[in-house]
Protein backbone atom coordinates (compact mmCIF):
# COMPACT_ATOMS: atom_id res chain seq x y z
CA UNK A 1 0.00 0.00 0.00
CA UNK A 2 1.76 3.28 -0.84
CA UNK A 3 0.94 6.11 1.78
CA UNK A 4 1.11 9.25 0.73
CA UNK A 5 0.24 12.09 3.62
CA UNK A 6 -1.80 15.09 1.51
CA UNK A 7 -3.83 12.64 -0.05
CA UNK A 8 -5.07 9.48 1.26
CA UNK A 9 -8.01 7.26 2.09
CA UNK A 10 -10.06 7.89 -0.42
CA UNK A 11 -11.92 4.53 0.37
CA UNK A 12 -15.79 4.62 -0.19
CA UNK A 13 -18.47 1.86 0.35
CA UNK A 14 -17.83 0.38 -2.57
CA UNK A 15 -14.29 0.12 -2.42
CA UNK A 16 -14.54 -1.38 0.97
CA UNK A 17 -17.81 -3.00 1.15
CA UNK A 18 -18.73 -1.86 4.29
CA UNK A 19 -22.24 -1.50 5.63
CA UNK A 20 -22.21 2.03 7.70
CA UNK A 21 -24.62 2.11 10.79
CA UNK A 22 -25.59 5.19 12.14
CA UNK A 23 -26.07 4.22 15.76
CA UNK A 24 -26.60 0.67 17.47
CA UNK A 25 -29.37 -0.15 20.50
CA UNK A 26 -26.27 -1.28 22.73
CA UNK A 27 -23.86 1.85 22.32
CA UNK A 28 -26.90 3.73 24.22
CA UNK A 29 -25.29 2.21 27.67
CA UNK A 30 -22.24 4.40 26.90
CA UNK A 31 -24.52 7.38 27.03
CA UNK A 32 -23.17 9.09 23.51
CA UNK A 33 -23.99 13.03 23.18
CA UNK A 34 -25.27 13.21 19.70
CA UNK A 35 -24.36 16.30 17.57
CA UNK A 36 -26.38 16.98 13.76
CA UNK A 37 -24.42 16.63 10.72
CA UNK A 38 -25.54 17.88 6.98
CA UNK A 39 -26.75 13.78 6.51
CA UNK A 40 -27.36 12.57 10.21
CA UNK A 41 -25.99 12.67 13.18
CA UNK A 42 -22.42 12.03 15.34
CA UNK A 43 -22.66 10.25 18.04
CA UNK A 44 -19.84 10.57 21.04
CA UNK A 45 -19.42 7.55 23.26
CA UNK A 46 -16.61 7.89 26.28
CA UNK A 47 -14.92 4.48 26.61
CA UNK A 48 -12.00 6.03 28.99
CA UNK A 49 -9.52 8.65 30.20
CA UNK A 50 -8.45 8.96 25.90
CA UNK A 51 -11.04 6.59 24.18
CA UNK A 52 -13.88 7.24 22.49
CA UNK A 53 -16.19 6.19 19.71
CA UNK A 54 -17.57 7.96 17.19
CA UNK A 55 -20.86 6.54 15.23
CA UNK A 56 -20.99 9.12 11.98
CA UNK A 57 -22.45 9.40 8.61
CA UNK A 58 -19.52 8.07 6.93
CA UNK A 59 -18.66 5.11 9.41
CA UNK A 60 -17.78 4.14 12.82
CA UNK A 61 -14.52 5.79 14.48
CA UNK A 62 -12.14 4.66 17.22
CA UNK A 63 -9.87 7.43 18.65
CA UNK A 64 -7.06 6.07 20.62
CA UNK A 65 -8.60 2.70 21.46
CA UNK A 66 -6.49 0.79 24.77
CA UNK A 67 -7.94 -1.81 26.87
CA UNK A 68 -9.66 -5.15 26.21
CA UNK A 69 -11.74 -5.19 22.97
CA UNK A 70 -14.79 -6.15 25.15
CA UNK A 71 -15.17 -2.54 26.26
CA UNK A 72 -16.01 -1.78 22.45
CA UNK A 73 -18.28 -4.76 22.02
CA UNK A 74 -21.38 -2.94 22.05
CA UNK A 75 -20.82 -0.72 19.09
CA UNK A 76 -19.91 -2.12 15.18
CA UNK A 77 -16.77 -2.29 14.00
CA UNK A 78 -14.27 0.12 13.14
CA UNK A 79 -13.98 1.78 9.73
CA UNK A 80 -11.58 4.14 11.16
CA UNK A 81 -9.10 3.72 13.80
CA UNK A 82 -7.16 7.81 15.24
CA UNK A 83 -3.94 7.67 16.41
CA UNK A 84 -2.69 10.80 18.72
CA UNK A 85 0.81 9.02 19.86
CA UNK A 86 2.14 6.25 20.98
CA UNK A 87 1.80 6.61 24.89
CA UNK A 88 0.39 2.99 26.44
CA UNK A 89 -3.13 5.23 27.70
CA UNK A 90 -3.40 5.94 23.38
CA UNK A 91 -1.89 2.85 21.66
CA UNK A 92 -2.28 -0.10 21.97
CA UNK A 93 -1.19 -3.04 19.68
CA UNK A 94 -2.99 -6.01 21.11
CA UNK A 95 -6.49 -3.41 21.44
CA UNK A 96 -6.21 -2.61 17.99
CA UNK A 97 -5.43 -6.24 16.46
CA UNK A 98 -8.62 -7.38 18.75
CA UNK A 99 -10.90 -4.60 17.08
CA UNK A 100 -9.89 -4.32 13.16
CA UNK A 101 -12.05 -5.49 10.78
CA UNK A 102 -11.45 -6.38 6.64
CA UNK A 103 -11.67 -2.92 5.71
CA UNK A 104 -10.75 -1.53 8.61
CA UNK A 105 -8.01 1.97 8.16
CA UNK A 106 -5.77 3.80 10.71
CA UNK A 107 -4.26 7.37 10.36
CA UNK A 108 -1.11 7.58 12.92
CA UNK A 109 1.37 9.88 13.75
CA UNK A 110 5.15 9.12 12.61
CA UNK A 111 5.91 7.33 15.76
CA UNK A 112 3.17 4.83 15.95
CA UNK A 113 3.47 4.10 12.41
CA UNK A 114 7.01 2.98 13.17
CA UNK A 115 5.68 1.01 15.98
CA UNK A 116 3.03 -0.81 14.17
CA UNK A 117 3.45 -4.66 12.74
CA UNK A 118 3.63 -5.10 9.55
CA UNK A 119 0.00 -6.18 9.22
CA UNK A 120 -1.02 -3.16 10.81
CA UNK A 121 1.09 -1.23 8.64
CA UNK A 122 -0.72 -1.95 5.73
CA UNK A 123 -4.07 -0.48 7.04
CA UNK A 124 -2.20 3.02 7.75
CA UNK A 125 -1.38 6.00 7.07
CA UNK A 126 0.96 8.33 8.61
CA UNK A 127 0.42 12.03 9.11
CA UNK A 128 2.44 14.54 10.43
CA UNK A 129 1.97 18.09 12.02
CA UNK A 130 0.13 20.06 9.01
CA UNK A 131 -1.03 17.35 7.00
CA UNK A 132 -4.17 17.00 5.47
CA UNK A 133 -6.30 14.16 3.85
CA UNK A 134 -9.66 12.71 4.08
CA UNK A 135 -11.89 9.29 4.70
CA UNK A 136 -14.80 8.49 3.03
CA UNK A 137 -15.08 12.39 2.25
CA UNK A 138 -14.48 13.27 5.95
CA UNK A 139 -11.29 16.03 6.14
CA UNK A 140 -8.97 15.22 8.11
CA UNK A 141 -6.33 17.91 9.57
CA UNK A 142 -2.97 17.26 11.62
CA UNK A 143 -3.04 19.53 14.40
CA UNK A 144 0.51 19.97 16.57
CA UNK A 145 0.16 18.12 20.14
CA UNK A 146 3.03 19.17 22.16
CA UNK A 147 4.16 20.94 25.76
CA UNK A 148 5.64 23.67 26.49
CA UNK A 149 6.84 24.35 30.02
CA UNK A 150 10.47 23.33 30.55
CA UNK A 151 9.91 20.39 32.83
CA UNK A 152 7.07 18.59 30.84
CA UNK A 153 9.36 18.46 26.94
CA UNK A 154 10.78 15.15 27.65
CA UNK A 155 6.52 14.05 27.82
CA UNK A 156 5.24 15.47 24.38
CA UNK A 157 7.86 16.98 22.24
CA UNK A 158 7.14 19.68 19.27
CA UNK A 159 6.74 17.92 16.02
CA UNK A 160 6.27 14.39 16.81
CA UNK A 161 2.17 13.89 17.96
CA UNK A 162 -0.72 14.46 16.66
CA UNK A 163 -4.04 16.22 17.72
CA UNK A 164 -6.48 16.34 14.28
CA UNK A 165 -9.42 17.68 13.27
CA UNK A 166 -11.92 16.28 11.43
CA UNK A 167 -14.91 17.67 9.26
CA UNK A 168 -17.46 15.31 9.23
CA UNK A 169 -20.40 16.58 6.95
CA UNK A 170 -20.80 19.70 8.11
CA UNK A 171 -19.66 19.40 11.66
CA UNK A 172 -16.10 20.07 12.67
CA UNK A 173 -14.31 17.41 15.41
CA UNK A 174 -11.55 18.48 17.34
CA UNK A 175 -9.23 15.79 19.18
CA UNK A 176 -6.67 17.48 20.88
CA UNK A 177 -4.74 14.92 22.38
CA UNK A 178 -1.19 15.19 24.76
CA UNK A 179 -0.97 19.16 24.65
CA UNK A 180 -0.51 21.96 26.52
CA UNK A 181 -2.05 25.64 25.62
CA UNK A 182 -0.65 25.71 22.53
CA UNK A 183 -0.66 28.86 19.82
CA UNK A 184 -2.11 26.54 17.26
CA UNK A 185 -4.68 25.18 19.60
CA UNK A 186 -6.06 29.04 20.49
CA UNK A 187 -5.86 29.83 16.63
CA UNK A 188 -8.20 27.08 15.61
CA UNK A 189 -11.75 28.28 13.82
CA UNK A 190 -15.18 27.08 13.25
CA UNK A 191 -14.71 24.35 16.02
CA UNK A 192 -17.69 22.55 16.69
CA UNK A 193 -16.96 19.80 19.24
CA UNK A 194 -14.02 19.96 20.97
CA UNK A 195 -12.03 17.31 23.41
CA UNK A 196 -9.65 18.85 25.48
CA UNK A 197 -7.09 17.04 27.97
CA UNK A 198 -5.87 18.02 30.89
CA UNK A 199 -3.81 16.00 33.70
CA UNK A 200 -0.94 16.65 36.02
CA UNK A 201 2.18 16.67 34.86
CA UNK A 202 1.91 15.53 31.14
CA UNK A 203 -0.55 18.11 29.99
CA UNK A 204 -2.02 20.79 31.70
CA UNK A 205 -4.18 22.11 34.16
CA UNK A 206 -7.86 23.48 33.89
CA UNK A 207 -6.80 26.70 34.34
CA UNK A 208 -4.72 26.59 30.48
CA UNK A 209 -7.36 24.49 29.09
CA UNK A 210 -9.95 26.75 30.12
CA UNK A 211 -8.25 29.85 28.81
CA UNK A 212 -7.31 28.31 25.35
CA UNK A 213 -10.83 26.88 25.18
CA UNK A 214 -12.33 30.65 25.72
CA UNK A 215 -10.26 31.96 22.89
CA UNK A 216 -10.70 29.44 20.13
CA UNK A 217 -14.80 28.96 21.28
CA UNK A 218 -16.03 25.78 20.63
CA UNK A 219 -19.70 25.23 20.33
CA UNK A 220 -18.90 22.51 22.78
CA UNK A 221 -16.14 20.91 24.65
CA UNK A 222 -15.37 17.69 26.48
CA UNK A 223 -12.73 17.67 29.12
CA UNK A 224 -11.10 14.29 28.85
CA UNK A 225 -7.74 12.73 29.77
CA UNK A 226 -8.24 14.64 32.70
CA UNK A 227 -6.50 11.58 35.56
CA UNK A 228 -2.94 12.40 35.64
CA UNK A 229 0.11 10.99 38.62
CA UNK A 230 0.77 12.20 42.29
CA UNK A 231 -2.43 14.39 42.67
CA UNK A 232 -2.06 15.56 38.79
CA UNK A 233 -6.03 14.55 38.07
CA UNK A 234 -7.66 17.36 37.10
CA UNK A 235 -11.72 18.67 37.85
CA UNK A 236 -13.38 18.84 35.25
CA UNK A 237 -16.33 20.81 36.88
CA UNK A 238 -14.10 23.43 37.56
CA UNK A 239 -12.81 23.46 33.94
CA UNK A 240 -16.72 24.48 33.23
CA UNK A 241 -16.76 26.88 35.77
CA UNK A 242 -13.92 28.66 34.59
CA UNK A 243 -15.50 28.97 31.29
CA UNK A 244 -18.34 30.39 33.39
CA UNK A 245 -21.03 29.25 30.37
CA UNK A 246 -18.72 31.17 27.33
CA UNK A 247 -18.33 27.72 25.50
CA UNK A 248 -21.14 24.88 26.63
CA UNK A 249 -19.32 22.08 28.56
CA UNK A 250 -20.03 18.45 28.05
CA UNK A 251 -19.35 15.49 30.50
CA UNK A 252 -18.17 12.36 29.03
CA UNK A 253 -18.58 10.03 31.15
CA UNK A 254 -14.89 8.80 30.68
CA UNK A 255 -14.16 7.54 34.15
CA UNK A 256 -17.35 5.64 34.56
Not at 36 to 46: C, E, I, L, Q, R
Request: proline share 5%; glycine share 8%; hydrophobic share 40%.
Amino acid sequence: MTHSRRSFLKTGVAATGVVFLPYVVGAAAHAGNEFATDSGTVSVNAIAHASMVLLTPIGTIHVDPVGEAAQYADFPKPDLIILTHHHGDHFNVDTLNGLVAEGTKLITNAEVYKQLPEDLKARASQMINGDSGEFNGMSIEAIPAYNTTEDKLKFHPAGRDNGYVLGIDGLRVYVSGDTEDIPEMRALKDIDVAFVCMNLPFTMDVEAAASAVSEFKPKYVYPYHYRGRDGGMQDPEAFAKLLNEAVQVKMGGWYS
